[in-house]
């Protein structure tokens, strides 16, 4: 398995691996659709179990770079935990991956990142609220003063 693919297609269904792979058939509901409408190149880097191995169990799933744009997601798919704290999960991984992009300088100071939940249900809903506000902040807290991050709970997410 390739760590790092290219893309350019309008539409691409990823999920969880691991490492994190484009669907090619149907796309399911645990997916994460990529929509690419100006066909961009699109960077795929499948982090967790590929990038990084075992020892590195706090890393995010994948990250997409396109130009200066970097959409860091990771999943967290289950029964056993309810949405919320399946969102909390995902928190130190994402933070992880983030600082060591940056720390090895794929990130500049100055960027803004997107952030991306992928637990089973979209930011409408539940509305965002204290929760989710909290994650935010506590996501910022985490990641360099110098790196904005933007959080969304989503299973799509656009270049």
């Known amino acids: 398995m390739e760590c790092v693919r290219d893309f350019d297609a309008t539409v691409l269904h ?14 399911e509901e645990v997916d994460v659709r990529v929509n690419n409408p100006r066909q961009r190149t699109i960077h795929l880097a499948a982090t967790d179990g590929c990038l990084y191995g075992p020892a590195h169990a706090q890393r995010c799933d994948c990250v997409l770079i396109c130009d200066e744009e970097a959409h860091f997601i990771e999943f967290k ?3 056993t935990k309810n949405r919320t704290e399946r969102v ?30 992928c637990v089973g249900f979209t930011e409408q809903w539940p509305p965002r609220g204290a929760s989710l506000e909290a994650r935010v902040v506590q996501l910022n ?14 299973n799509q997410t656009s270049f």
């Open 88 to 117: 909390k999960e995902c928190i130190p991984q994402l933070a992880e991956t983030i600082v060591d992009f940056h720390r090895r300088g794929i990130i500049a100071d100055g960027s803004t990142v997107r952030a991306i939940a």
């Open 77 to 79: 798919h289950g029964l």
């Open 14 to 27: 990823l999920y969880d691996g691991p490492p994190v792979r484009v669907r090619a058939a149907v796309p």
């Open 141 to 154: 807290r985490l990641t360099p003063d110098t790196v904005l991050v933007e959080l969304s709970v989503s």
